[in-house]
C-alpha cells in the first residue's frame, strides 16, 4: 500500500502554546496522545511518525498543524470546552468495555476538511492560513427558531473585523467560527463564499438547512444578520431581531421604505454561491 500522510489542524491557547501541552486526537476509533512542544506558533507542524501503523494500519505520517487561538475567541472557546467536558463525563459514566478493553467514547469524531475555491485553491482567513470546517457527524438540521437562538447566544459577531496586520480576521474567519461553533452545538452548518459581478475578495457567510422553512443564510460579521441572495440580484441583509419573511421581494420593498429598520447597505449584485457543508 502507497504512503500516505494525513494531516490535521489543532488549535491551542497562547498559553498552551508559550509553556506546551498534551491533546487526544481520535481517528478511526483509536486514540492517540499528542505532545504539543512549547514556544509553537500558527503554522507550526508536529510530526507523528508512523502513527497511520495505529489508526489505520498502514504506514504513514500523521501532521498537526498548529494554530494559535486568538485572544478574543478564548473566553467563548472556554465556555464550549466546558460543556463538552461535562456531556462527555456523562456519557463516560455509563461506558460498555468489551472483552478487549476497548472501548466507544461519547465525543464524536469531528471530520475536517478545508474549504476550496473553484480553481483548486484553499480558502485562507486574515491571517493567511486555509479556512477548515469541522463537521459534528452527530450535528443536525435546526429549527428556525432553534437557529436563530443559537445565532443570538453565539458571540462570533461581537469580535472585531481587521482586514489587516498580524491580527487580521475577515468575514472568512468569521464564517469559520460560526461553522465551527454551530457544528460543536449539534446544528449542521455550511461555510458560503459568494461572489459579485463588481469583483474584488467576494464574501463569506454562513447557510442551514431548517426543517421548517429550508434553506436560510446568516451573516455574522459585527453584527447578526439575515441574507437575502438570489443570482442577479442585490445582497441583502437584515439584522434578525427585524427578521420575519424569507422572500427575496417582500424585503426589498421593506428596506426601501423611509425609516426601515435593520437594514443593511446592499453590498453588490450577486454572480455566484458557493455553498460548503
Same mark, same amino acid.
Given at each position: ?39 509553537? +506558533?500558527?503554522? @507550526? ?18 501532521? =498537526? ?14 465556555? =464550549? ?58 450535528? @443536525?438540521?435546526? @429549527? ?15 469580535? +472585531?473585523? =481587521? ?8 468575514? %472568512? ?39 421548517? +422553512? ?23 441583509? =437584515? ?16 428596506? %426601501?421604505?423611509?425609516? %426601515? ?17
Amino acid at each position: 500500500m502507497a504512503i500516505t500522510d494525513i494531516t490535521y489542524k489543532l488549535t491551542v491557547s497562547p498559553s498552551e502554546a508559550a509553556d506546551g501541552t498534551k491533546k487526544v486526537l481520535r481517528r478511526k476509533g483509536k486514540r492517540l496522545e499528542v505532545t504539543i512542544p512549547a514556544g509553537v +506558533r500558527t503554522g @507550526t507542524l508536529v510530526k507523528l511518525s508512523g502513527a497511520l501503523q495505529i489508526t489505520d494500519d498502514h504506514y504513514g505520517d500523521i501532521f =498537526i498543524q498548529i494554530k494559535v487561538k486568538s485572544q478574543h475567541r478564548i473566553i467563548f472557546a472556554t465556555a =464550549i470546552l466546558a460543556c463538552l467536558f461535562v456531556i462527555a463525563a456523562i456519557y463516560l459514566a455509563v461506558i460498555s468495555y468489551s472483552t478487549d478493553n476497548s472501548y466507544t467514547s461519547s465525543e464524536p469524531e469531528f471530520v475536517s476538511r478545508y474549504v476550496y475555491e473553484e480553481d483548486g485553491a484553499k480558502n485562507v482567513g486574515g491571517d493567511g492560513e486555509p479556512i477548515v470546517l469541522l463537521n459534528n457527524p452527530n450535528s @443536525t438540521n435546526p @429549527t428556525f427558531e432553534q437557529l436563530l437562538s443559537f445565532i443570538r447566544r453565539d458571540t462570533t459577531d461581537s469580535n +472585531r473585523y =481587521i482586514e489587516i496586520g498580524s491580527g487580521a480576521y475577515v468575514c %472568512s474567519d468569521f464564517a469559520e467560527d460560526v461553522h465551527n461553533n454551530a457544528e460543536a452545538a449539534g446544528i449542521r452548518a455550511a461555510w458560503v463564499g459568494i461572489d459579485f459581478y463588481s469583483g474584488g475578495a467576494g464574501h463569506a457567510i454562513n447557510a442551514f438547512e431548517t426543517t421548517d +422553512r429550508g434553506l436560510v443564510y446568516i451573516d455574522c460579521v459585527e453584527g447578526d444578520a439575515l441574507v437575502y441572495i438570489e443570482i442577479g440580484e442585490e445582497y441583502i441583509a =437584515i439584522d434578525i431581531t427585524y427578521a420575519e419573511s424569507l422572500s427575496y421581494t417582500s424585503y426589498v420593498t421593506y428596506c %426601501s421604505q423611509p425609516n %426601515s429598520c435593520g437594514c443593511y447597505e446592499p453590498m453588490g449584485v450577486v454572480s455566484d454561491v458557493y455553498i460548503h457543508w
